[in-house]
């Protein structure tokens, strides 16, 4: 079993790791891809990378004018940023992301455990609709599941799992009680996360539940 990094460390390197291979893969899409959605609802694969860059192109004073033009309504600013965001050239979005690979960044309590969990499931609403087989290797993808099945997590992203176990078909990992939910780990951590997945990547009796139409 692999080894999640633990120490403030391992935890900035693995943060540093995941940017890195995220940036490669995007500099692998064609053109139109950029325009693709992923499965953050009404996000294209520009408006998210639009997203996950955005801590690193706003400073304070910036920030905080854009929540306070939403109101002080976060959701509200994190859509419109991405999508206003989003315009910008692909090549300029990536030269962001590799420009921060080692950035300090960290959502307001999340510590550099958060940072890893958002970089890794944007990662995925990324990649999986898109069709793109790339694992996120078991350490890191742990630290997520152990950080995503936390208290304050599950209540942030409201995924109702009553009656229901997560069970992973590739790694030695199970989360919760009740009917199987099959799956892989990485495809578990975005059910975790209120994602819907396309069908096909899930089985047992709940899968219906978490899957739609492929779009």
Same mark, same amino acid.
């Given at each position: ?129 898109? /069709? ?8 890191? %993808?742990? $630290? +997520? @599941?152990?950080?995503? *099945?936390? #208290?304050?997590? !599950? ?22 009680? /009740? ?8 495809? %578990?951590? $975005? +059910? @975790?996360?209120?994602? *819907?997945? #396309?069908?096909? !990547? ?14």
């Amino acid at each position: 079993m692999a080894i999640s990094p633990t120490t403030e460390t391992e935890l900035t390197d693995a943060i540093a790791a995941e940017r890195g291979d995220l940036a490669d893969l995007l500099a692998t899409l064609p053109a139109h891809a950029w325009d693709l959605p992923t499965l953050c609802v009404g996000w294209r694969v520009r408006d998210l990378v639009a997203h996950v860059t955005m801590p690193f192109r706003y400073g304070a004073v910036r920030f905080l004018a854009e929540l306070a033009r939403s109101r002080g309504n976060f959701d509200l600013m994190a859509d419109r940023c991405a999508r206003r965001d989003g315009a910008a050239a692909p090549s300029a979005l990536l030269q962001a992301l590799r420009d921060n690979v080692t950035n300090p960044w960290k959502p307001p309590g999340g510590g550099y455990r958060g940072a890893l969990t958002h970089d890794v499931i944007h990662g995925l609403d990324v990649i999986v609709p898109l /069709g793109i087989d790339r694992r996120v290797p078991e350490g890191r %993808l742990r $630290l +997520v @599941l152990d950080s995503i *099945t936390a #208290p304050a997590a !599950r209540k942030h992203f409201g995924t109702d799992l009553s009656g229901i176990e997560l069970r992973a078909d590739d790694i030695e990992w199970s989360f919760g009680s /009740g009917q199987p939910l099959l799956g892989g780990a990485q495809d %578990l951590a $975005l +059910v @975790l996360s209120g994602r *819907t997945l #396309p069908p096909g !990547r899930l089985s047992g009796e709940p899968a219906a539940r978490f899957t739609g139409r492929a779009r």
